[in-house]
């Protein structure tokens, strides 16, 4: 068979550095042994592959303007696949599909203020979009971004949220469901919803860009709507059990009276406005 | 149209048995059911059956199949797999063909999936017309109990002779061998076979109340009825054997083993189906459909519905197998959209 | 050397089930000798009761996972006896050659993977792997060759599927018995290369001697395993029926598993039994093989049931041979991928005796009008062997001791319990005294 | 895999009928093959050495009395990973008939007078209910590449997979006839997949040795069993024939 023929064979890849960052969470940075670039947008995910163990789809967390060929990941250790990621060490190699998915649509963003809310793991993707902005920051209006834990431990990309704190340019603000007593802690304590209240929205020129956990979504979209934030202008990034990644398995399908998505093919990025009515979405 | 001596094909089948190189398939009976098996002879043909236990889907998207080999004794190496077997399968049904065109829709759409693609190319489909019908197959509502296209041959049977319709080169290349014993058809022999396919339109048991075109609408005004799928789940085991022996469900599961050396080893699919529990679950717990009605109603929502929005098709083909094989008798989708109907009007 | 011993063996080692030795001595005057059987009791003649007769093979299969067939035949023919169920002579015959490869796999894994190791001073096959690996190879090779037989015929290696009351669920088809028979035919020349080893180690086999009684079946035609009467070395034939009469069972303190005895104190089944009670009746290669050891009626060395076992795998590999040729010769009655017998369940008792690699097995059942099991008693040849091992440690002891050094004098009782091949995970139950006839 | 990196393993019985250590022995050829990959340090059925020091304990057979859980106990200390072989260690089993048994009679009909004498719980316990169980190879008796896959995932340090869907999926795969439709009764619908049916396969029906699925519909079985014709008697009787432990357990919860 024609190599190029099967969507399922992973190209090989090396890891060139993995770094912890939280007690489950590790950074890993992956270069593809052919020394190409990934070519990826924002918001798109790999199918990252353990031989032997199995694929999981994770979403590329680096910003396709870093500079060199590698991408970054962020995992958390959750299961078989993620466990086994985990024990790899620089120099280990690992199988890449992708990338796959429609990501975040930068284009119709430029021009724009860009309001992030990340919820724990749910900064992973976002940073892509996030370093994007920074990156090409005079391609947009005011950036803002939210991001929330449960606890101060949990907080990803530390070095980076501690640039980010500093920037004048951008408005970053940061919030933990709980602080243990022994933990100094300057930002705020509560869920990441009560952030929303006290940030300004311009309703007619910014969008707003979230992903957290499925029980996050929720909340923080009430608390848009209060804002009178409009629909369309709300994208989501969303996650489902995925096999295939390209539109076959059948699992990451979405449902709802209107009709069906396959997260893989038509997201992980969705439209709030589309995807609002189906019962599965959110 | 073409007639040929039913020993003149079996002669053809024994043939090709004994001396082309691909695999001959064919319906043949197991017990008090038929299956598609490997035959040995022409004369383990049962060409007049009524519904196979498994679609003749597993030549093209086998049970299990491996996808990629891979090996680490000197660094990772990964290989793309696909065994392809060069079939000829004798006795589809009407309702399967169409099935068949459906399932080359999906796995042609970008990315194509090579798997099934070359696998499908190199098969030759020789259909049958139905002469009996399954009790639970209502192919007549769903507009499959014959065919215009997707075959290389279509047999019709007319008692000692079969009417051969040819739908493809593949088809009349196998007529080759054979050309000095067939010849064209009567215009009497053309009726006899147009007729016997309108006949077989009325002959199921089992139909639709309303016409298949108006699924997609039904099923989407009667998502949010609860109470109905909940109802209708109860006796649901999860078994997910309407998904395996449907002959348009291609959802699949992916998983790797690796061999006892710990060095190399395989990845390899296996069919899934939207009933099992486990389907839509993910790691931590969070299951997106947790329940038995809402993996009930996904499935029916799938046939009628969702892939009609995506390809334009209604995927389910009536052949009745889910129906007759469910143990607790809860998959019939006659049963189950004629009710939606009939709740509609209320 | 010292007149004082004490050896205390804690679960046996390479014996299927858990038994003791101990044997304590002071100045040469013996205060304890005793084979101990001390597995925790199943109770399977309550777990069949109330139970439907189509179950009955597939729960006493359990007893063991060694002689699942066995156990499962001894049932099958005890059901059927109650209920007056014929059965082909094609399902016979195919019953026989599960039951061959029944004992060829269980005398392979013993003679090639147990006992072995003690002729080569080893404590296990492990380490003969790399020292021995052909000679392990080969033995791999014929217990394999016993497992795919077992899987041609039953459907798996242990507890089969398809043995049901009348017949099978599901039967080989011919290539499948052509593919065996070959593989048979092939396994001759491993079969010659084991008994060469053995041959040359033959001098390693203690020199033991004790006149007991051998209990085994016969049968006029055939070398009996599948079917006949029961046969005593110092009697004669008995009618199965009145098997209550040899077997005589008994309790004794040390033991969770009951004795038997018939004329004597005690007496032995397995294949020394057989041999000495059938040995007309073996193949030619197996007897050529059994006097390249000297084994001949009457043969008292219970070290010698290990030879004896080799004898009869190739008494078992020549005879499947036969049954398949017969088989194809006549061409096989073809029947239904899921087959099930007709068969209306009505109320009686039944008794089925087999030969299993340990020895004779009885499995005996009363049934009510519906086919339910009222009553069940399961006698396992292990059992009839631990009266004999007894006896025989409490003859040798006196003859070793003082002239063996202690590591020896355990190993050689090890080897004595070894060479019964005791099955002990069956073991487990004890009849009820007063069993009513 | 170096000779030094290879965990040690041990294998420990308890009350059953080693048909699991028969298949360990069973895979022939390839038991050289796991040899490579695991250092096999106890096995008192076909070795005499033994060693305390292991990383990998199997258990196999019911734990039916104190003595063999003080064992089992013991067994679990030293071992890092604990895995239950076979329906006896990871269900119960056959054993777990006489759970539903009155156990004054069980005793009676066995040991006659003599039931005093000997030591066994009323109930026949799986290995999980007696210590905390790492992985369980399900099955009487275990299948041999599913054993092979889940040493396999425990020298990789990955979960084996092993499925929680009925039995019915894998015989549909295999194309069989269902048993309701020629006149017989199956529990596979709600017994966990994993052995290929086959059972099945070889022309019988799913007995159910591999243990009832995490969340079986059994009501909805045990009315279709009765439609089909049975008692409701005889429906409970093919539940406890290996599902007995399981039930209680459920029902504790
Ligand atoms: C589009 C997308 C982007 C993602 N991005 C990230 C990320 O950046 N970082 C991160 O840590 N995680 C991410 N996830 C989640 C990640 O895929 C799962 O945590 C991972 O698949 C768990 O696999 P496992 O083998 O460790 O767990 P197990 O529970 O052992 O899962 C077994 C298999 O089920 C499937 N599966 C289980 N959980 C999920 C899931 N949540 N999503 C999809 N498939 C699943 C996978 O095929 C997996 O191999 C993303 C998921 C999706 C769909
Ligand atoms: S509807 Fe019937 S066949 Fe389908 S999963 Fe439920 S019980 Fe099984
Ligand atoms: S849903 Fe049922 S009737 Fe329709 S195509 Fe599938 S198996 Fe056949
Ligand atoms: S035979 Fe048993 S396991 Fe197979 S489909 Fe029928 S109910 Fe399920």
Known sequence: MNEEDSPYLPESATILNVKKMAENEKLFEIELDSGEALNHDPGQFVEVSVPGVGEVPISISSSPTKEGNSFELC?????????????????????????????????????????????????????????????????????????????????????????????????????????????????????????????????????????????????????????????????????????CGVGKCGHCQINGKEGEFYVCQDGPVFNYDVVKDFEEAL | MKIIKKNVFEGLVDELIENDEREIIGVQSKDSKYVFDRLEKAEGLELDYDVTILPPKKYFMPQRETLVEYETREGLEMEPVNEVIPRIIIGIHPYDLEAIKQMDKVFADSPKDSNYLEKRENSVLIGVNMQQTSDWSFAGSMGTATVDDGYDLMLTD????????????????????????????????????????????????????????????????????????????????????????????????????????????????????????????????????????????????????????????????????????????????????????????? | ?????????????????????????????????????????????????????????????????????????????????????????????????????ENMQSHVLHVGYL?????????????LTETHSEEVKTVIRLHKLANTMSDVVT?????????????????????????????????????????????????????????????????????????????????????????????????????????????RESYMAGALARLNNNYQQLSPMAKEIAGKFDLDPMEYNPYMNTIAQLVEVVHSVEDSIGIIEELLDKGLEKQGEYNSPDIEPKAGRGIGAVEVPRGILFHDYTYDEEGKCTEANCIIPTNQNHGNIQQDMEKMVPEIIGKKPEDEIELTLEMLVRAYDPCISCSTHYVDIDFVE | MKPEERPKAAFFDFAGCEGDQLQVANLEEKILDLLNIV????????????????????????????????????????????????????????????????????????????????????????????????????????????????????????????????????????????????????????????????????????????????????????EVLEEYGLTAEEVIKKFDLYFAWQQEAREDE
């Open chain 1, 75 to 243: 995992i958390r250790e959750v299961g078989n696949v993620t466990g086994v990621i985990h024990t790899l060490e620089k120099g280990d190699e690992i199988g890449i599909r992708g990338p796959y998915g429609e990501g975040f649509p930068v284009d119709e963003l430029k021009g724009h203020d860009v309001i992030f809310i990340a919820g724990g793991l749910g900064i992973a993707p976002l940073r892509s979009l996030i370093n994007y902005t920074l990156d090409r920051r005079e391609e947009f209006e005011d950036v803002k971004i939210l991001y929330g834990c449960k606890k101060p431990c949990e907080l990803l990309y530390e070095d980076e949220v501690e640039e980010w704190r500093e920037m004048d340019e951008i408005d970053y603000r940061e919030t933990v469901d709980e602080c243990p007593d022994d933990v100094c802690w300057e930002g705020n304590v509560g869920v990441i919803t009560t952030l929303i209240p006290g940030v300004d929205i311009d309703l007619d020129n910014s969008y707003t860009v979230v992903c957290g956990p499925p029980i996050m979504y929720r909340f923080v979209l009430q608390e848009l709507k209060e804002k009178k934030v409009p629909d369309e202008r709300i994208y989501l990034s969303l996650e489902r059990r995925m096999k």
């Open chain 2, 158 to 346: 007319l008692g000692k002779k079969y009417a051969v319709e040819i739908g493809s080169s593949k088809g009349s290349d196998l007529l080759e061998k054979i050309s000095e014993d067939v010849r064209d058809a009567s215009p009497e022999e053309i009726d006899k076979v147009e007729k016997a396919k309108e006949e077989i339109k009325d002959e199921f048991d089992k139909e639709l109340d309303f016409s298949p075109q108006k699924l997609p609408s039904l099923l989407a005004d009667t998502y949010d009825q609860d109470d109905f799928w909940e109802e209708n789940a109860e006796d649901c085991y999860s078994c997910g054997t309407c998904n395996i022996v449907c002959p348009t469900c291609y959802c699949f599961d992916v998983q790797d083993f690796s061999d006892i050396s710990l060095e190399e080893g395989e990845r390899m699919r296996q069919w899934d189906g939207c009933m099992l529990e486990a389907f839509a679950e993910v790691a931590g717990g969070e299951n997106f459909r947790e329940e038995r009605a809402e993996r009930y109603r996904h499935r029916y929502m799938r046939k009628g519905r969702y892939l009609y929005n995506r390809f334009g098709d209604i995927a389910c083909v009536g052949c009745g197998r889910c129906s007759s094989q469910c143990v607790p008798d809860i998959a019939d989708p006659t049963d189950i959209f004629n009710k939606l109907w009939r709740g509609k009007d209320e």
């Open chain 3, 1 to 101: 050397m010292s007149d004082d011993i004490d050896v205390n063996v804690e679960y046996l080692t390479r014996v299927e089930g858990h038994g003791n030795i101990e044997v304590n001595a002071k100045d040469g005057e013996i205060e304890k000798c005793e084979w101990q059987v001390i597995e925790a009791p199943r109770f399977f003649e309550s777990l069949v009761v109330d139970r439907d007769w189509k179950e009955l093979h597939h729960v006493t299969s359990r007893i063991c996972g060694i002689c699942s067939i066995g156990h499962t035949l001894a049932s099958l023919k005890a059901t059927e006896d109650a209920m007056d169920i014929d059965i082909s002579e094609q399902d016979k015959k195919l019953r026989k050659l599960a039951l061959h490869a």
């Open chain 3, 115 to 127: 006992a072995l190791p003690d002729l080569l001073d080893s404590k296990s096959v492990v380490p």
């Open chain 3, 155 to 263: 459907g798996r290696t242990t507890h089969p599927q398809r043995l049901i009351p009348g017949g099978f669920t599901k039967i080989p088809n011919e290539r499948e018995l052509e593919e065996l028979k070959e593989k048979l035919e092939d396994s001759v020349d491993d079969l010659k290369a084991v008994a060469d080893l053995l041959e040359n180690l033959a001098p390693k086999i203690p020199d033991f001697r004790r006149e007991t009684e051998y209990i085994s079946l016969t049968h006029e035609d055939e070398y009996g395993l599948y079917g006949g009467d029961i046969c005593s070395s110092d009697t004669g034939t008995t009618d199965v029926d009145e098997y209550l009469d040899i077997t005589n069972e008994y309790t004794v303190p040390q033991s969770t598993a009951k004795y038997t005895k018939n004329n």
């Open chain 4, 39 to 222: 250092e096999l340090v106890s096995f008192r059925e076909v070795m005499t050495e033994h060693s305390d020091d292991y990383d990998v304990a199997f258990i196999e057979g019911s734990i039916t009395n104190s003595h063999d859980a003080e064992r089992l106990n013991g067994i679990r200390e030293n071992a890092d990973v604990l895995v239950a072989i076979g329906a006896c260690a990871t269900i119960g089993g056959i054993n777990s008939i006489r759970n539903v048994q009155d156990f004054e009679k069980v005793q009676e009909r066995v040991y006659g007078d003599e039931r005093e004498h000997y030591e066994a719980w009323e109930k026949a316990k799986p290995a999980k209910a007696v210590v905390e169980v790492d992985y369980e190879v399900h099955g009487c008796p275990i299948d041999r590449e599913e054993f092979l896959h889940v040493v396999q995932s425990v020298v990789m340090g990955r979960e084996p997979n092993i499925p929680d869907h009925p039995v019915c999926v894998e015989c549909k795969l295999n194309e069989n006839v269902c048993a309701f439709e020629r006149d017989e009764f199956c529990v596979g619908p709600v017994t966990r997949a994993g052995c290929d049916s086959c059972c099945v396969n070889e022309g019988a029906i799913c007995w159910g040795c591999r243990g009832l699925i995490d969340n079986p519909n059994e009501e909805a079985h045990e």
